[in-house]
């Protein structure tokens, strides 16, 4: 049965990937001189889209379904009207949704490519999220990962490795990215980024002050849902 289903008394009870490091308790408004902001995303929706992008039957399903078109450009997302998705390969796309819309746009997508070579995954426990801002972020990224970072514009997403996690980076305006991670990685990877970033005055900020244009009203519908 979908969390989105359950009493609300359980579903607000729905753990973060992150949830053994009480970072409510660590948050604080930013002050001078804090170099890197941190904020967890918790309990997003993810699906896994997979389909050929030259398959107009398939390509037009699901556009059918998001509003527009599929990125068919390597390292790429786009906007739609029930969610982000971003280009993983030629054949895979992920969706990151509201999770109080993640079993209709699940539903929806299933129905629309029924009986066409295209598979869609509920991989939503599967998944993690960290938006990370500010004035030294770049830095904290070039200690993480081997990716030129400087030139991820917003608008693309790379996949990379980051210590021993695999890692998508997500540019969604120039103050910050999205680190999305599996969440059986999310102890470790959590651990890695403070560590890293503790040169640089790390803070766990409210998501409010460096929301992030994209996920962050996604975070604000499931709330309102719940």
């Not at 997500?170 to 560590?195: N, P």
Request: glycine share 8%; net charge neutral.
């Amino acid at each position: 049965m979908s969390d989105n289903h359950i009493p609300d008394a359980l579903s607000a009870r729905l753990r973060s990937p992150l949830h053994a490091f009480d970072l409510a308790r660590q948050t604080r408004p930013p002050v001078t001189g804090d170099g890197i902001l941190f904020s967890e995303l918790p309990n997003l929706g993810y699906l896994i889209l997979r389909g050929h992008a030259s398959d107009a039957d398939f390509t037009g399903a699901v556009a059918s379904v998001l509003g527009q078109p599929l990125p068919v450009a390597p390292s790429t997302w786009v906007r739609t009207r029930v969610g982000v998705v971003f280009w993983v390969s030629p054949d895979e796309w992920w969706l990151v949704c509201a999770r109080v819309q993640r079993d209709a746009v699940c539903a929806a997508l299933q129905a629309a490519t029924q009986g066409l070579f295209a598979q869609v995954v509920d991989n939503s426990g599967g998944h993690a999220a960290v938006r990370v801002s500010g004035a030294r972020h770049l830095m904290l990224l070039r200690h993480l990962g081997p990716y030129d970072f400087e030139s991820l514009e917003p608008g693309q997403a790379i996949g990379t490795v980051m210590g021993k996690a695999n890692v998508t980076v997500l540019r969604t305006d120039s103050q910050g990215v999205v680190l999305l991670f599996r969440r059986s990685f999310a102890d470790y990877f959590w651990r890695l980024l403070i560590r890293t970033a503790s040169p640089y005055k790390p803070c766990v900020a409210p998501l409010s002050v460096h929301a992030d244009p994209v996920i962050s009203p996604m975070l604000a519908a499931s709330q309102a849902g719940h």
